[in-house]
């Protein structure tokens, strides 16, 4: 169980952070962006789940929730480290499947799709996009970071089905009033 007695350290104001071996980087090192975008993107969930989702929807993303703090442990220990002599958190391939599960699940519901579709709708949906889009960004993050240093390759596959997941749970979110569909070339003279 993690114990914060204090939030402020001020070790952090000249620009550098422990990662969690414990050395220390620049705050602009991709690792740091990297699970900064994973933290973005599990902000942005919880806006969306704040606009009132379905249960089984809100369910789901809590656990999500709960995976992209694993997932954020996993990059800040890199490949090798073991912190305190344990092993470091992993995210498994397991958890990977899990999320394919739920995507063939809700997508069973779901009318073939047509057109591409405009982030939009009601508003749990247009929420839902959000943090898709921002999912699709810490992804990018985690593969220029794995360009560079040694990353586990279930972050990225996770992160992969987790942008399809936020997808499909929107359009479910929008399968009452329907989704906004791209008609290309609308808006041309």
Known sequence: MVRLTRIYTRLGDAGDTHLGDMRRVRKTNPRIAAF???DEANSAIGVARATGLPERVDERLA??????FDLGADL?????AEPGGRPPLRVTAGQV????????EANE???????????????????LHLARAVCRRAERAVVALSDEDAVNPQ??????????????????????AGDVLWRPGAGRD
């Open 97 to 104: 499947s899990r999320l394919e599960r739920w995507c063939d």
């Open 76 to 80: 800040s220990v890199p490949d090798g």
């Open 109 to 127: 519901a779901l009318d073939p799709l047509t057109s591409f579709i405009l982030p939009g709708g009601t508003p749990a949906a247009a929420a």
């Open 155 to 176: 972050v990225t596959a996770y992160l992969n089905r987790l942008s399809d997941l936020l997808f499909i749970l929107a359009r479910t979110c929008n399968a009452g």
């Open 36 to 38: 900064g975008d994973v």
């Open 63 to 68: 656990l999500v929730q709960n995976d992209l």
